[in-house]
């Protein structure tokens, strides 16, 4: 069983008093407090130097070392010199180790309570930055493209094709199967209400409208944004992080053209028909609940739907399909070349990109839709 821990004080001289330590001084032990050395030196008004004496002292860990640094610092605050030299070796040893290096200013930040006004003005700062550095980006995407137009940027045009096929055929599985779920849900929910007034038939008209016009467009856009945005900002992050677009930059290739535009362009290509295959798969889904559910004939809910539906709905369906690939490729490729030199960053990268792009689909929804209630189309 280990000693108990002591610590007693006798003054030596008229400036110096000497501590004397015994017994264990280990981590779980009952230390005695630092503090109470300061106010033994207070109470000795000539004192100016200390001294230890460790004979007694059966066995230290980090537990003295501790106790030791908060009486050299409390010490130094009050011009009370402390000598080492009564110490163990190793404990003189690793005094001097911690000493070397001086403590980074700021390194300990006691917790601040930060007040209303400030967080709202930290957010204001935050957001007026990320929107100058995203009209920004945007400014530069267009300038890319304006090179496109007369031929002159430079990308790889298989690179180009690589990224039609991920953000095409790759992804007709996962479109094939929200949008016959989409179009099971509004179906349903319509018959629920129709078959009230006898009027099933119009259910095929509900699915019809709703997926060409607006959900066949969002749900893609949504997919894209969660299955493509991410992979964009995942794929320029961790090039950010390897230091590859910094060597693009050195090379002379711009890095908007190089990396941005195929990505952009082949978004924007592959979403109407995206689109259009997720219209015809809400339809579809449509069609199960209404020959099973309302028991209506295939051709009847055929020919229903083809006399609801107006080619002023498929193309603003359309539209806004290549206005969401667009958005979305551009969220993707701003928070990847907004990314940080770590790990992690990636992974907020990749995060930040889709919450954007599902945010802008959002937003430029329902402009669109107030676009069109104005002109009235």
């Known amino acids: 069983m280990a000693e108990e821990t002591k610590i007693s004080y006798s003054p030596t001289t008229a400036d110096t008093l000497l501590v004397r330590l015994e017994g264990s001084w280990k981590v779980g032990e009952v230390l005695p407090k630092a503090d109470a050395v300061l106010e033994q030196v207070q109470s000795e008004p000539r004192a100016r130097r ?23 610092d409390q010490c ?51 957001f007026g930055r990320s929107t100058a550095d995203m009209l920004n ?8 493209v304006t090179r496109v137009l007369r031929g002159k940027a430079r990308f790889r045009r298989c690179d180009l094709m690589l990224i039609i096929q991920e953000c095409g055929a790759q992804a007709l599985p996962i479109v094939s199967l929200i949008s016959v779920l989409v179009g099971l849900i509004l179906a349903f929910v319509g018959a629920v209400q129709l078959m009230m007034f006898g009027a099933q038939i119009y259910v095929a008209n509900l699915v ?4 060409v016009r607006v959900m066949g467009a969002v749900m893609a856009g949504i997919i894209m944004a969660g299955r493509t945005g991410a992979a964009f900002a995942a794929q320029l992050g961790t090039m950010q992080v390897n230091e590859e677009i910094d060597a693009l930059e050195t090379l002379g290739i711009s890095p908007m053209e190089f990396l941005v535009l195929p990505r952009m362009i082949a978004l924007a290509l592959m979403m109407p028909l995206l689109c259009l295959y997720a219209d015809l798969m809400g339809v579809l889904g449509g069609l199960i609940v209404g020959v099973t559910m309302l028991d209506l004939n295939v051709v009847e809910y055929y020919n229903q739907t083809r006399a609801g539906i107006g080619l002023n709905n498929l193309w ?6 290549a206005v969401f690939g667009v958005l979305v490729a551009l969220a993707g490729c701003l928070r ?10 990636v992974g907020d990268a990749a995060t930040s990109a889709v919450v954007t792009g599902i945010v ?4 430029a929804t329902a402009i669109v839709t107030i676009a069109c209630n104005v002109l009235g189309i």
């Open 76 to 126: 130094s605050q009050k011009e009370v010199h402390v000598e080492k030299g009564g110490l163990p070796e190793g404990v003189q040893r690793l005094l001097a180790l911690a000493s070397a290096v001086p403590e980074r200013k700021g390194a300990r930040r006691e917790a601040v309570r930060v007040t209303f006004l400030a967080r709202v003005g930290d957010s204001a700062l935050e």
């Open 208 to 211: 019809g409208i709703a997926m």
């Open 336 to 345: 990847g070349m907004q990314c940080g030199r770590s790990a992690s960053a």
């Open 316 to 321: 603003i369906g359309l539209f806004q399909s």
């Open 137 to 144: 980006f945007i400014g530069e995407a267009f300038i890319a």
């Open 360 to 363: 802008s689909i959002v937003v």
């Open 50 to 72: 200390i001294v230890f004496d460790t004979e007694g002292l059966t066995g230290w860990d980090s537990g003295l070392l501790t106790f030791l640094t908060k009486v050299m």
